[in-house]
């Protein structure tokens, strides 16, 4: 015979574990509601700009191309082996960051000083944890080191002096300022000094005529086998920025955002706009709140509002069903995918 005492005890008890599992925390799916094949996939770009056919040696297009494959290979294998999202954007952006292609790491850009500073962000979809770091020009690999402010720090971005200080307490590669350098970079400040030399001689400087705007930041969405997202972003910011210049690449929410109920988002483009409109955290909030599906979600930011601003750039974004998009206002944007379906696709040029 059971006691009152004990019907009370076990009827609560009951009560606790129906609720309990029946409330997933907080930004985690539920798995029932995916399909039965665990979809995992990967999508990578490498900025967005006037990349048109007509500009490209042959040479050039196949190294991107080899470039863009090389970094979606490590990418995909860690998600293959069942790795995380995270380690997936970490790994692919390495190899990016580590080619002097890109505008991220060796072969960023320079500032009006000639100087090279460097920005990077990661987001976790499962979380909501994020880290960031701004203007460091020693670290090699900077989304490391937002992933380390994510991961051993109670906030969410570093920057300068303090965040290389920070990173120098880790097991993180640093190099000295010749490693950054690369003479087409270096080319394009001048290039970009020249022209607006020219138009304050003839006093008709305009912001809107100087287009300073080289391509090349990269950033990667990944979807791992346990369906979380993670997003991040790599870049040297804008050629001949301001000293001290902040974009959007390493703010979350702008350049970068990842959130398991929705999708993960990585912008590139001139980040002002990025920042003005909350890029990625806008293309999350309108799948969330207005039902949008991926694809009409990146067209109403990239083709509406930062177009209405008068912006430039591109985004690509995942979703948590392994549904990949992009899109950009550009003529180019460097970019690829492969998920567990099999697709494959590397892609340079608008079509
Ligand atoms: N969004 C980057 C920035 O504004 C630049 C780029 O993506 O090309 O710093």
Redesign the pocket.
């Given at each position: 015979m059971i006691n009152p005492l004990q019907k009370i005890i076990t009827v609560s008890l009951s009560l606790f574990f129906f609720i309990a599992c029946n409330n997933p925390v907080k930004n985690e799916i539920e798995i029932e509601s995916l399909p039965k094949e665990i979809p995992f996939a990967l999508v990578i770009h490498g900025?967005?700009?006037t990349i048109k056919k007509e500009y490209m040696t042959p040479e050039m297009e196949t190294a991107y191309t080899n470039k863009l494959q090389e970094a979606l290979d490590a990418g995909y294998q860690v998600l293959e082996s069942g790795g995380t999202a995270i380690l997936a954007v970490k790994k692919a952006i390495n190899i990016m960051e580590d080619s002097p292609l890109f505008?991220a790491g060796k072969g960023a850009v320079f500032n009006s000083l000639g100087k090279q500073e460097m920005?990077a962000s990661i987001m976790d979809g499962k979380t909501l944890n994020a880290g960031a770091v701004t203007g460091v020009s020693h670290i090699k690999n900077p989304i490391n080191a937002a992933i380390l402010v994510k991961d051993s720090t109670r906030h969410v971005m570093l920057s300068g002096f303090g965040a290389e200080e920070f990173a120098k307490q880790y097991d993180l590669k640093f190099e000295d300022e010749s490693y950054f350098f690369t003479d087409k970079r270096y080319q394009q400040l001048l290039k970009a000094q020249g022209k607006e030399q020219a138009l304050l001689e003839i006093n008709t400087l305009n912001v809107e005529l100087i287009d300073n705007?080289q391509?090349?930041?990269v950033g990667c969405v990944a979807l791992d086998k346990d369906h979380n997202i993670a997003a991040g972003t790599s870049?040297g910011?804008?050629t001949n920025k301001k000293f001290g210049r902040i974009?959007?690449?390493p703010i979350i929410g702008a350049?970068t955002y990842a959130n398991n109920l929705t999708c993960g988002v990585s912008?590139?483009?001139?980040?002002e706009y990025?920042m003005r409109t909350l890029a990625a955290h806008e293309v999350s909030n309108l799948i969330q709140y207005k039902n949008y599906d991926l694809k009409k979600a990146l067209h109403q930011v990239i083709h509406i509002e930062i177009d209405s601003l008068g912006g430039d750039?591109g985004m690509i974004s995942l979703d948590k069903n392994g549904n990949i998009a992009w899109n950009f206002n550009t003529s180019g944007m460097y970019r690829a995918y492969k998920k567990s379906t099999g697709e494959n696709i590397v892609k340079l040029y608008e079509e």
């Open positions: 900025g967005a700009g505008n920005d705007h391509y090349g930041t870049t910011g804008m974009g959007d690449s350049g912008c590139t483009g001139t980040g990025f750039g």
